[in-house]
């Protein structure tokens, strides 16, 4: 069974940054598009950033300049770098894959980690 797994969040001063990891465990061979997703109590689920198998991205207005999502395919990893933090980015952030492919041949679809607390606080 695929699991997603988020790492990396934390607290920090507005302004300072953090690094999530989103790692993909088991039999995995491939994973497909992976976006970054958060949401603040009382709020929706949003999406922050998005990322294709081949490494094109896109961003929320609201973190266009400050936060960059790349990804390792040879470590099943996608990262989510965050810059110039700020307290409204506080959230439970989670990673969602559209398309995990296995090394038995099998595939499972919309996987979504458990999630990473990020909190942006003096």
């Known amino acids: 069974q695929v699991q997603l797994v988020e790492s990396g969040g934390g607290l920090v001063q507005p302004g300072g940054s953090l690094r999530l990891s989103c790692a993909a465990s088991?039999?995995?061979?491939?994973?497909?598009?992976v976006g970054w997703y958060r949401q603040a109590p009382g709020n929706q689920r949003e999406l922050v950033a998005h990322?294709?198998?081949?490494?094109?991205?896109n961003y929320a207005d609201s973190v266009k300049g400050r936060f960059t999502i790349s990804r390792d395919n040879a470590k099943n990893t996608v990262y989510l770098q965050m810059n110039s933090l700020k307290p409204e980015d506080t959230a439970v952030y989670y990673c969602?894959?559209?398309?995990?492919?296995?090394?038995?041949?099998?595939?499972?679809?919309?996987?979504w980690g458990q999630g990473t607390q990020v909190t942006v606080s003096s």
């Open positions: 969602h894959a559209d398309r995990v492919a296995t090394l038995l041949g099998t595939y499972e679809f919309d996987s």
């Open positions: 088991g039999s995995i061979f491939s994973i497909g598009a």
């Open positions: 990322i294709t198998s081949g490494g094109s991205t």
